[in-house]
């Protein structure tokens, strides 16, 4: 499928963004330590497909380890609407939450692939062994 601009928001809808997206492309779930407390669960495109509606003023941002990535989230009411950075091997990308997706169905995120990654162990080319949680 062709990508299509999808829209997004965070729960008190300050945060709005549109992406560019393949909404039948495989999404990403990653047992490393934030990912698992969020829960989590991205869709990955290149910078130039995200398209922040909202004042950067209104995201407060958290880095944590090696600071490749920006896990910016609403000052407001907390949601981490996506992630952003550059990781060495991976290049340039934005994550949004497919949570966040305001026009997807949940029939249509319930059918959506899911790859799994296993970031605890830096070991991304194969998924972790217990995947349930996530």
């Not at 997004?8 to 779930?29: M, N, W, Y």
């Not at 698992?36 to 950067?56: C, I, N, T, Y």
């Not at 970031?119 to 998924?127: A, C, M, N, T």
Request: proline share 6%.
């Amino acid at each position: 499928m062709a990508a299509h601009t999808r829209t997004g928001s965070c729960h008190c809808g300050r945060i709005r963004f549109e992406v560019d997206l393949d909404a039948d492309a495989p999404t990403g779930k990653c047992n490393c330590s934030i990912c698992s407390k969020l829960r989590h669960w991205g869709a990955a495109v290149k910078p130039d497909a995200f398209r922040l509606l909202s004042d950067e003023a209104d995201l407060t941002d958290y880095q944590f380890g090696a600071h490749h990535v920006h896990w910016p989230f609403c000052r407001i009411c907390g949601t981490h609407v996506f992630s952003r950075g550059e990781i060495p091997g991976f290049g340039a990308f934005v994550s949004v939450s497919v949570a966040c997706l305001d026009d997807l169905t949940p029939e249509h995120k319930a059918a959506l692939p899911v790859r799994f990654a296993n970031g605890r162990d830096d070991d991304w080319g194969h998924p972790p062994a217990v995947t349930g949680h996530l």
